[in-house]
């Protein structure tokens, strides 16, 4: 992806990425929000100043009463007039910090969030274009990791930095006062941050490095609760819920122990730092309370006054408090967030770089004629080839079967055809044009699935037929329904193709669900049609009506069958037979069976299977066989 799509740059660092691709287009609103927080700071400063010159003038009379930037003329002559006046002053600022600083937050929070949901969503968007075998590494509870709380622990990010800048803006104003009230005792404050300017940068390289284990570990955690749970009814069928809790426990343990070793990190640092302000605060006074006594120390000139003392002391207490949240929060808060946005960084990575394979320039292809040539085809970690040297044609309208025994590459053809994966060797062309110069949604979009194991979302039943099509109307739900042998089934649900059909299609049987699944399918009208074993869950009468409607309604459309019970593709136009993933037969129902090889034999096995089940006298777990 060029630069202008938002494709990390070669050398660009996480954050550099963040910066340009989500947080540059709204700088102005987060600049506006930070401005005026920033500037509460200046009026946060004028209470301690009045307390000063009040100390100073109005109780050890040693001065004469003046507030800056308030002309003289305008300050009243009595003590209770200035009293007064220093409550107004005091008032206006107060008035001025909460009104700047409330406007300042709420700006800032909104395009915080703003920018938050626009990371989940573009992530999310980007992620979908990883392909197949990311998530056949048992990678999509880390992605839901990053989705969910890597992006919420992004916004630690973003108030570290608000922070960053707002302590630093805290602590710049209080010095600038303190140099205003006294530079010579000002300059010597400077002494602490710069003993811990050098131990925060080297907590920060050592704090980043923990967080990214424990960010890590979080992942792990989240995939062994999203097996558990997806999983639960294998769990409890075979009565391994302590062995599946053993296996949580262990990666929170991990998640535990990793972030133990941080927090015992920044307990120790914060710890340190705490010391060394404080003994600076200390310092401060007792060097500030020797100064009035006894005069300037040292080299030093300037006299020092009660009333500037109690200033300059609080505003060294908003010198050093910020000091050290700069040197812990925020470079805590900062590393932490920094961890989950190269877990971001790394994920939109690989999505881009798929997405590159995926997305090609040139003009959409109509998919009709698909042809393999010489495919070969292995999954990652497995060192035999699942497809090898696979090689056929299909013609528009043709109706091609595709049988086999378990395992001898049938699924994982249609797979290559979908681009779920890319051929080792060999290509596939459709439309005359190799698969890969194709985009993929615009050849995903022309082909209909339906697998073995349908997924239906936690929706109604008219929702999961129209998903590939959501604004199509409820007449074409229907028709697609009615050819797909559902409609009668739907119908007789509670509220009709209104009906919620539960988390992954939990209210309904495996039969129903196959048949939303394939009308689904037929409700874009595609050109090409794949089955992937679809009826395998419905019984011979229900099959028997889906393929009479399927035969009827497909004129020109082109249809890949693949299937486990034979009868599913008896009447196709061509039968492939593969084996140990080579196509070892082709040819009609017929004369495959003329042939005498791999499919008659797999065809007299499932005759046989047939009689044997309905024979009155036999029962495959020992009695007498139901009627």
Known sequence: MSERSGRPLAGMSPLGFLWRSFVRPRAAKFALGVGLMLGARIPQRVPALLIGIAVDALLLRQTRFAIPLIPQSWVPASTTGHLLLVLGVMGAALLAETGMDWFGQLAYERVTLETLHDVRTRVYELTTSLPTSYYDDAKGGDVMSVLNNDVDN???????????????????????????????????????????????????????????????????????????????????????????????????????????????????????????????????????????????????????SPGTLLTFLIYAQSFLQPTRQLAVEVIDSIQNARASCNRIVNLVTQADDTRDRYTTTDEAVAVSDIAYRDVSFGYENSDEYALEDVDFEVAPGDFVGV??????????????????????????????????????????????????????????????????????????????????????????????????????????????RQRIAIARALVDDPPVIVFDEATSHVDNDTEAEIQRSLSAT??????????????????????????????????????????????ADLWRVQVGQVAAETDDNVDVFGGDAPV
Request: hydrophobic share 40%.
């Open 403 to 512: 049988v086999g025994a378990s395992g001898a590459g049938k699924s994982t053809l249609v797979k290559l055809l979908f681009r779920f994966y890319e051929p080792d060797e060999g290509s596939i062309l459709v439309g005359g044009r190799d698969v890969e110069s194709v985009d993929v949604e615009t050849l995903r979009s022309q082909i209909g699935y339906v697998s073995q194991d349908p997924f239906l979302f936690a929706s109604t039943v008219e929702e999961n037929i129209a998903y590939a099509r959501p604004q199509v109307s409820r007449s074409a739900v229907v028709e697609a329904a009615k050819t797909a042998g559902a409609h009668e089934f739907i119908t007789s649900l509670p509220d009709g193709y209104d009906s919620q059909v539960g988390q992954r299609g939990s209210s309904l049987s495996g039969g129903q």
């Open 554 to 599: 497909a004129g020109d459309r082109t249809v890949i069958s693949i299937a486990h019970r034979l009868s599913t593709v008896r009447d196709a136009d061509r039968i492939l037979v593969l084996d140990d993933g080579r196509i070892v037969e082709t040819g009609s129902h017929e004369e495959l069976l003329d042939a005498g090889g791999t499919y």
């Open 154 to 304: 992004l916004k630690g990010l973003f108030d570290g930095t608000r922070d960053g800048i707002l302590y630093g803006g805290q602590i710049a104003s209080a010095f600038a006062f303190m140099f205003f009230l006294h530079a010579e005792l000002a300059v010597l404050l400077l002494v602490i941050p710069a003993v811990l300017l050098p131990t925060s940068r080297k907590y920060g390289s050592l704090v980043n490095a923990r967080y990214e284990n424990v960010r890590e570990s979080v992942g792990e955690v989240n995939i062994r609760l999203r097996d558990a749970i997806a999983g639960i009814g294998t769990v409890k069928a075979f009565g391994n819920e302590r062995v599946e809790a053993e296996r949580v426990e262990r990666a929170s343990e991990t998640y535990k122990s990793t972030n133990w070793s941080t927090i015992k990190l920044r307990i120790l640092y914060n710890g340190n730092v705490y010391s060394i302000a404080s003994v600076g605060s200390w310092g401060l006074f007792l060097l500030g309370g020797y100064w009035i006594i006894e005069g300037a120390p040292w080299l030093f000139t300037h006299s020092l």
